[in-house]
């Protein structure tokens, strides 16, 4: 009976805190500045994205514009290089005619039928040239 009990401490009403409430008024006016702070700031990063996109298109589009001119140029000239060598492959074809054989050895080698004559034009402006040289 004479056991020793654990002491126990004095209980203690616990005190509860006050909630002071704030006035709502510094609550609404701080968070309509962090809302105008957050706004300034999209609107200034946004200004700067467009200033660099800005920039960066009045660098491409002259150098977009001299493409284009050597675009056109290049094509220009396959244009005429495909004129060119479709002449060229006409007149290979007609080198290999077997049909047309004959009238190319003539051609390349001066050659003629003898039942064929020859005709020399002359010019009639040269003549007129000579004559008047050989007045006295």
């Known amino acids: ?3 020793t009990q654990p002491s126990r401490p004095p209980l203690q009403p616990i005190q509860k805190r006050r909630v002071t409430p704030r006035p709502k008024r510094h609550l609404r006016q701080r968070s309509y500045q962090v809302m105008a702070l957050e706004s300034t700031a999209k609107i200034a990063v946004n200004l700067v994205i467009t200033a660099v996109s800005a920039s960066a298109l009045a660098q491409l589009l002259p ?3 001299l493409q284009q001119a050597k ?3 290049i ?3 396959v244009k005429l ?3 060119h060598v479709n002449g060229l492959q006409v007149e290979f074809s007609r080198n290999f005619d077997p049909q047309q054989a004959k009238s190319i050895r003539q051609q390349q080698g001066y050659r003629f039928d003898p039942s064929q004559r020859r005709v020399v034009l002359m010019n009639q402006d040269r ?3 000579e004559q008047t040289d050989s007045l006295p």
């Open 1 to 3: 009976m004479n056991a």
């Open 63 to 65: 150098y977009h514009w």
């Open 71 to 73: 675009l056109q140029e």
């Open 75 to 77: 094509s220009t000239e």
């Open 81 to 83: 290089m495909e004129g």
């Open 127 to 129: 003549r007129e040239d």
